[in-house]
């Protein structure tokens, strides 16, 4: 075991809460990923314990988001208390998405475990059973490799090599109490990671001077999209993005044949389809300010194009405008559907 990597929370003491949970009522479902044929990974409702044998809580590789599996079932309160178990990215995008309309939380437990982070899909598809090894970034996906928000989220979490249970809400509180749990003192105690994530920090830090060199500025931008393919794989696996009609997809927004022969006329060509840069632009803005960091959007990119960590980068200097945190304190509202008369005035002429 490296020294900067103390142990992560065993997968066990979780499910035997889960299966304590259902077996006495006090939830109706578990939401977690579960072992299917061929050694993938699929999210389940469970609601019989002895399924939990099955289930996998944290996976080797992410495929699909747990707060995109979560808005499948909870879009409204009803169907009694659900217990989802998540990794600390998803949990924080099931809060934004409560935010936004798109999850109803009020009877939701959000569990989740100190996350060692998963390996590139690529490894996945080689190797279903390859392991994410917390200590060495080579073994995992670029924004795991830089993640420093890996444990303490949700409702209640599962920290430290004991598993030790911590609520974090008064829902989590009372859900421990209803199974006769208490939990354990305070927060949970960061320090045993401060060195793992000193040093993502630092990683993240250099990647995003990086990026800013490659790719600054509007020549920059246009540079970096140029491989773009126009699939929209970044938005469709987004956890955040929920909209039925893109703003880019639709009618009125679709250039007319003369404004395209009017551009390539100037400019001697137009590439087809147009406002490739637009879409990225245009999502950043939209985005940035709920990205979690999940990095699916990089993950999913047929043209190997570092969108989730641009994205990540521009998150990082808008919520730090707003001095915000996507996911964090489920009642604070979004920046942007709050007006406030005295804000941003140094931005001003």
């Not at 659900?82 to 999850?103: D, K, N, S, Y």
């Not at 632009?281 to 699916?296: D, K």
């Not at 999913?300 to 998150?315: E, K, N």
Request: aromatic share 4%; net charge negative; with cysteine.
């Amino acid at each position: 075991m490296s020294p900067i990597m103390p142990a992560f929370p065993a997968h066990s003491g979780v499910l035997e809460l889960a299966g304590a949970a259902l077996a006495a009522g006090a939830v109706r479902g578990v939401l977690v990923p579960m072992r299917a044929p061929g050694g993938s990974r699929a999210w389940s409702l469970v609601t019989d314990p002895a399924m939990l044998d099955r289930a996998d809580p944290l996976p080797p590789a992410m495929t699909v988001h747990g707060s995109r599996a979560l808005a499948s079932f909870a879009r409204s309160p009803e169907g009694g208390t659900l217990l989802a178990i998540l990794r600390p990215c998803e949990a924080r995008a099931a809060v934004e998405l409560a935010r936004l309309g798109q999850i109803d939380l009020a009877n939701v437990i959000l569990m989740t475990m100190d996350c060692p982070g998963s390996v590139p899909l690529d490894t996945h598809r080689a190797d279903r059973e390859a392991a994410p090894d917390p200590a060495d970034p080579s073994t995992l996906r670029s924004l795991c490799a830089q993640c420093q928000a890996f444990a303490g989220e949700g409702d209640l979490c599962a920290t430290g090599p004991s598993g030790s249970l911590h609520a974090l809400t008064a829902g989590g509180r009372a859900f421990l109490e209803k199974l006769g749990i208490e939990p354990a003192d305070g927060p949970p105690p960061m320090e045993r990671y401060a060195v793992l994530a000193a040093e993502r920090g630092r990683r993240a830090a250099e990647d995003r001077i990086l990026l800013r060199s490659e790719y600054g500025g509007l020549a920059g931008l246009v540079r970096l999209f140029s491989g773009c393919i126009g699939c929209r794989t970044c938005r469709t696996v987004c956890p955040i993005c929920y909209c039925r009609l893109c703003f880019i997809d639709m009618k009125d927004r679709r250039t007319p044949a003369e404004e395209l022969l009017a551009r390539s006329g100037r400019n001697g060509a137009v590439r087809l389809p147009p406002d490739t840069l637009l879409f990225h632009v245009g999502r950043m803005a939209h985005m940035s300010l709920s990205c979690v960091s999940c990095g699916l959007c990089e993950d999913a990119c047929p043209a190997d194009i570092p969108v989730g960590r641009m994205m990540s980068m521009v998150s990082e200097g808008t919520t730090g405008l707003f001095g915000y945190r996507a996911g964090s304190a489920p009642g604070e509202p979004l920046p942007l559907n709050t007006f406030l008369k005295d804000e941003l005035h140094e931005f001003e002429d």
